[in-house]
């Protein structure tokens, strides 16, 4: 609060406003005294001249009759003037007829005089007759001291700056009278007025509004605060009924605390008794805990290992020499079980669950091949119902594209898998394009289609479109789910179009980058006379795989033709259980080659015929077809890393222990090393293992981490402890893939981590990676 004068609002103002009054006072003040000096000059010299104006004609007498005694009475009344020290008359020879002279007056405050008006100034004017005019009588000289003058001036000058001072006192005074009366006593008694207020309760006063101030600022914030103290009184009001309430509550509470005491006291043994069950339930629920987790691990190792064994061998199958439909069909049996792997690893990846964390990949991937591994993958499903899967890919999409292919395939294989089981009858179609960074997956299907009012929750967890579709269908409702969040963690969209009878379509967008300069695939060299020969379609045109078939074609740049309009060039015929046309036309046809095609796999598939292409169609797949037919040599349009006829020999055989406890995984990675060219010794356990090193060497081990009489762990800590081992390579191998796994592997001592199942391009990877220094070789002289 305000104390003293000093601070008074008040106060301030007038001290500002007198400040200002002064100054400007001041300036008009000295502009005046300014004016007065002016005119005290001007009246001045006016003053002298009148004098001598005056005593002009009698001094020239007097000069003319040369009256002496004359003059010195005229210039004994010239020094009768205040300001007049000298008088002369001078003749015209230059001689004094007649001079008078007085004393200047002393003042301390004439130097101030001296230097605004100078000390002495001397008048002169010549003296001369009406009657002769021509004649030289002499002159007039009258010295007059300023002081006179200047005295006059600097009291009229402090009178006007000693009146304004006085003048700015009394507005000064007035002003802040004025202010106290209309501002500070009115804030003050507002001040005042609060400052009485009881902080205990502030709801009984009310300040008072000042008399003559009801419209004025001070009214208006008298009122606002009165306003806030009603506020506060009704705030009040309410809290103290609320305290009213709770200890109302309070003293029912306290009564039947008293009562439950008596009941607490009397069971208190009994929650002794209970609690320590519930430690022992708490330890049980821990071991449980850890048992889950090493079960969880167990588990993850015990499916795997067979599930391993069975990709390994398909692996080693396919890189033997096979028929067409042979290779194609364990592919797909290889690339099957592999997303059955995928899956096991999205379960089994509990750390990844539970901390919500989603990785994704930024890697290379050709997707044309994942979309027609999908569709095979689904075909046969498909088929079974008698449903025809289309698979419409751009012929222009890109070769090789970055991002996360086993999310994009997840995602693909759920929508594929939710169109199969949802339709009875007519097709199920993939289209796929590449625009603008942007890849475009739509999957579309005749089912039985989504009612509008349940398109919203589909995406919700355990939804599906009503209970009549889950209990005719099945399924947990998680698919769509799963797409739609792995679609946002890729920074893409997916949307649904639907109408209930009719089918749905869903179309997923993902911002990919293209790898590499952008080039469609084009046809190899030694397929360039395919565009001479061209091909004659025997499919109807209403057939869903014909626009496919053309497109791929056009692409290429082979040209079609109906089978009606040319008997030349290779002939693709769809054979058909309702229609044998395209088989009579097969059988006659005088062309270069013939391509069977089934619209639902019942009959290719028992064609001995290599010529026999299944649908969905894969570009891979029509042009070894075409080639084929045509009797031209084929090659792949781009190499696959999964299917190695004749491996190259290692450039360093390396003399290799497998520490490996699993006869078939022994067998695929034994297998697998001998083809790369090494020499490769097995062990059933780390205990066979360190005996191994008992009666040999070797330059790299692939240690299994989980095995029976001594683990990975133990045998590795055992081999390094030998010192001519420490530099050893050794690569652990496992099935699991929980985290911390690979931790594990390196703080025992092991220097990589490899996960099972063996594939032939990550095995030769990380045994070229560690494989020693091959000895340098000195050149012959």
Known sequence: MMSGFRQHLSKRLTRDTVLVAMALGLILNLIQINLEYFKARDSMEDEIHALMDISISPASQIAYNIDIILANELLDGLLKHPAVIDARIIDNEDFTMAASSGRSPDSPYRWASDLLFEENRVFTQDLQTTQHDNLELGRLTLTIDTYHYGVQFLERATYTLISGLLKSLALSAALLGIFYLALTRPLLNVIGAL????????????????????????????????????TIDSSLAQLRAAESAMKNHSNHLEHEVKDRTREISEKNEALQRGNQALIKAKEEAVQRARTRASFLANMSHEIRTPLNGLLGMLGLTLQSELEANQRERLDIALKAGENLLCLLNDILDISKVEAGKLNLENIPFNPRKLIEESASLHAQQAHEKGIELVCDIDPTLPDSLIGDPTRIRQVLNNLLNNAVK????????????????????????????????????????????????????????????????????????IQVESEQGKGAQFRVSLPLAIQGQYAPGKLP??????????????????????????????????????????????LIALIADDDSSGMAVAKHWKGPGVVLTDRLGAHTSKLADTNALNLPVRREELLRCLCHAAGLPWGPLEADSNVDLEPPAADLTLDILLVEDNRVNQLV???????????????????????????GSYDLVLMDCHMPVMDGYEATREIRKNPSLRDLPIIAVTANVMEGDKEDCLACGMNDYLTKPYNRSRLEEIVNRWAPMPPATSELP
């Open 525 to 570: 060299e030694v397929a360039e006379s395919l565009r001479t020969i061209g091909v004659a379609l025997a499919i109807p045109k209403s057939n869903p795989h014909r626009r496919p078939i053309e497109r791929q074609l056009s692409a290429w740049g082979i040209p079609t033709r109906e089978v009606g309009q040319s008997k030349q060039g290779i």
């Open 669 to 695: 990675a034994a297998s697998i090393l001998k083809k790369l060219g090494h020499r490769v010794a097995t062990a059933q356990h780390g205990r066979e293992a360190l005996e191994a090193f008992e009666s």
């Open 422 to 493: 949802f339709t009875e009858a007519g097709t199920v179609r993939i289209e796929a394009s590449h625009d603008r960074g942007s890849l475009t997956l739509e999957v579309t299907d005749t089912g039985i289609g989504i009612p509008e009012d349940s398109l919203k929750r589909i995406f919700s967890p355990f939804s599906q479109a009503d209970a009549e579709t889950t209990r005719l269908y099945g399924g947990t409702g998680l698919g769509l789910t799963l797409c739609q969040q792995l679609v946002e963690h890729m920074h893409g969209r």
């Open 195 to 230: 400052g009485r207020v009881d902080t205990k309760s502030p709801e009984k006063t009310r300040l008072p509004l000042p008399r003559t101030h009801e419209q004025d600022e001070i009214g208006t914030l008298v009122t606002i605060i009165n306003q806030h103290l009603n």
